[in-house]
C-alpha cells in the first residue's frame, strides 16, 4: 500500500517507517513518536521555507507585504487540504474512522507531517522538491497577491463611502506566556469581535467576521 502511495509523491523513502508515521492519526495512536503530530509541527515550518523560496524566485521584483499575502495563502489549511486531497492521502491514512479521514484540518496536518517526513528522510532538498511539484499549480504569476481580512475590509470601507475600521481592544484574558486577546472592529455600522493569541490575529479575527456577514472574500490568514 505504502509503495503505491511512493509513487504518487515521486519519492523513494530510505526509511518507510517515516512515511508510515507522517499517516497516524493520534486515534490510532496517543504515542507523540508514533502519531504525526511532532512531524506536523516540523513540516509547518519546512513547507513555509520551501514557498518563500519559491515566491522570491517567481517574483523577484515584488514587494516584501505582497510576498507575505501570496505566501499566506499558499501555506493555509485549504491549501494544504487541497494537495492532500489531489495526493489522495485520506485512503492511506490511519485514522479510527471515516470521519477523520475527511476532516479538512486533519488533512492540513498529514500533509505537513508528510513534507518534514521527507525531509527527514532526504533533507531540505527532497522535501523543497515535493513541494514545488505540488504547490507550483498553485501559485498564479497573473494574478494580484490575495488579501488578508484587514486589507480586504479596508477595501470595501472605501469602495462605499465608509470611515476607515476603527480597532479597540475590549479585554485580554489567559496568562503572560498565553494570552488570549479580544478585539472589536467598527466600520459602516457595523460591529464584531474577534479573538485571538496575539491582537493582530484578533483584529483578523474580527474583520473576518465583518467580510463573512458581508459576503467578503478576503485569504484567512490564521495560518494551518
Known sequence: MLADLEKKLGYHYKNLHLLRHALTHSSCSSSVNENYERLEFLGDRVLGLAVATMLCKAFPREAEGSLAQRHTALVCKEAVAEV???????????????????????????????????????????????????????????????????????????????????????????????????????????????????????EQHAAAKILDSLGEKYVNSSGS
Not at 496536518?109 to 527532497?126: N, P, R, T
Open 84 to 202: 492532500a486531497r489531489h495526493l489522495e492521502l485520506d485512503k492511506y491514512l490511519f485514522a479510527a474512522n471515516e470521519e477523520i479521514r475527511t476532516n479538512e484540518n486533519v488533512l492540513c496536518d498529514v500533509g505537513e507531517a508528510l513534507i518534514a517526513s521527507i525531509y527527514k528522510d532526504g533533507g531540505f532538498d527532497e522535501a523543497f522538491a515535493f513541494v514545488e511539484r505540488n504547490w507550483a499549480d498553485l501559485i498564479d504569476k497573473r494574478t494580484a497577491p490575495p488579501k488578508d481580512a484587514k486589507t480586504s475590509l479596508q477595501e470595501v470601507a472605501h469602495i462605499k463611502g465608509w470611515n476607515m475600521p476603527v480597532y479597540k481592544q475590549v479585554r485580554r484574558e489567559g496568562s503572560e506566556h498565553e494570552p488570549t486577546f479580544y478585539i472589536a472592529v467598527n466600520v459602516g455600522g457595523l460591529e464584531a469581535v474577534g479573538s485571538g493569541r496575539s491582537k493582530k490575529a484578533a
